[in-house]
């Protein structure tokens, strides 16, 4: 432990959720990278063995805090985190990495009266997310309360939960809650619906202003942008015949342009082209709709885009 600790005066501190929804993703992204270390049992920081790096693994709604404040250079955490912890102009947000998608939403039970945001004004609120809760119902009391109704202390009243924010309403704590929702099974499993959205999230990489290793920063950036990018496309290759080459160029354009080869056949091209993995079916049916034959799919272990 204290040879670990004694090795960071010199390397750069990342701040990685230590447990959570975000977890795993975080660990996959940081091998994809290339990121090496060994993280000893029970211990929140790892060394990096290939790049002057340690990882630090704290809360995820911890981590904005650390990074704004400068304790750790950079971070991976959801964006609603930043949003909660109002730290949005101390830090400067480096990628999407596109998991950990989520929304705050307002929820209510699906038995009672309360059908939309208005009907909640001056009742009882539950949430883990107080800042931005307060927010929005701040908003909605401003138009909707009057000057007596506000000097009585009728505001719409915002209280924490640190978990299982969907079983208040049931619990008799709120008439309504501002929690994540992904898929929603957690919501119609507790007999909640939604009616209004707070903020759309997903996991981001960010940094302080000043991080103490800039160009390391961006080194790393690089290398988690490419694995990004690779897990985000896959690569497309068939054939075609050239008088069909323009209309295939716009169902495939690649991401600068696509790679075409002659073929040892009259008339025909191959093309190659990086594709978005979530239209690959479609842009294949297009594909073979104008004739394309031989088309392959694969997958990307890396990239630099
Ligand atoms: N159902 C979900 N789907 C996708 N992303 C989510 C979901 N729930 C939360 N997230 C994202 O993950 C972040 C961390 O949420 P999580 O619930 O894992 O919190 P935690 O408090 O760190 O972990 P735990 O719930 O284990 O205590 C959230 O701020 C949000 O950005
Ligand atoms: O819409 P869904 O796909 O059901 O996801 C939403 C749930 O996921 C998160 O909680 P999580 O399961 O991470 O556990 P937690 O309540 O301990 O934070 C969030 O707080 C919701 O409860």
């Known amino acids: 432990m204290a040879d670990v600790i004694n090795s960071l005066s010199d390397r750069l501190l990342f701040g990685i959720p230590k447990k959570g929804r975000l977890h795993e993703h975080c660990l996959s992204l940081l091998s994809g ?6 993280r000893h049992n029970r211990l929140d920081i790892a060394l990096v063995q290939n790049l002057p790096i ?3 693994f704290l809360p995820a709604a911890d981590i904005p805090k650390y990074v704004a404040d400068g304790n750790v250079d950079l971070g991976i955490t959801g964006q609603d985190m930043i949003l909660e912890s109002q730290v949005g102009d101390r830090i400067e947000q480096l990628l999407e990495l596109g998991f950990g998608k989520c929304k705050l ?3 209510v039970p699906v038995r009672s009266n309360i059908k939309n945001v208005e009907d909640l004004v001056g009742k009882r609120i539950v949430t883990s997310f107080v800042v931005l809760a307060g927010v929005y119902f701040e908003e909605l009391d401003k138009k909707y309360l009057s000057d007596d109704q506000k000097k009585e202390g009728k505001k719409t009243k915002i209280e924490y939960v ?4 969907e079983a208040a309403c049931a619990l008799g704590l709120a008439d309504g809650i501002v929690d994540l929702v ?4 957690t919501m119609r499993a507790a007999g909640l619906q939604s009616i209004a959205v707070v903020c759309s999230s997903q996991a981001i990489l960010f940094r302080n202003k000043n991080p103490s290793n800039p160009s390391l920063v961006s080194k790393l950036t690089s290398r988690i942008r490419g694995v990004v990018a690779a897990q985000k496309y896959v690569l497309l290759n068939y054939n075609i015949q050239r008088h069909s080459l323009s209309e295939a160029t716009k169902i495939t354009p690649g991401r600068q342009a696509p790679t075409i080869s002659p073929l040892e056949k009259d008339g025909w091209v191959e ?7 979530n239209n690959v079916a479609e842009i294949m049916d297009q594909l073979e709709e104008i004739g394309a034959k031989d088309i392959l799919i694969f997958n990307i272990n890396n990239c630099r885009v």
Do not use: P, R, T, Y
């Open 33 to 38: 990278a290339d990121i090496n270390f060994h």
């Open 54 to 56: 340690a990882l630090v």
């Open 105 to 107: 939403e307002v929820q």
């Open 162 to 165: 640190s978990g299982s924010v």
């Open 182 to 185: 992904e898929s929603g099974e």
């Open 271 to 277: 093309v190659q082209s990086m594709v978005c993995k």
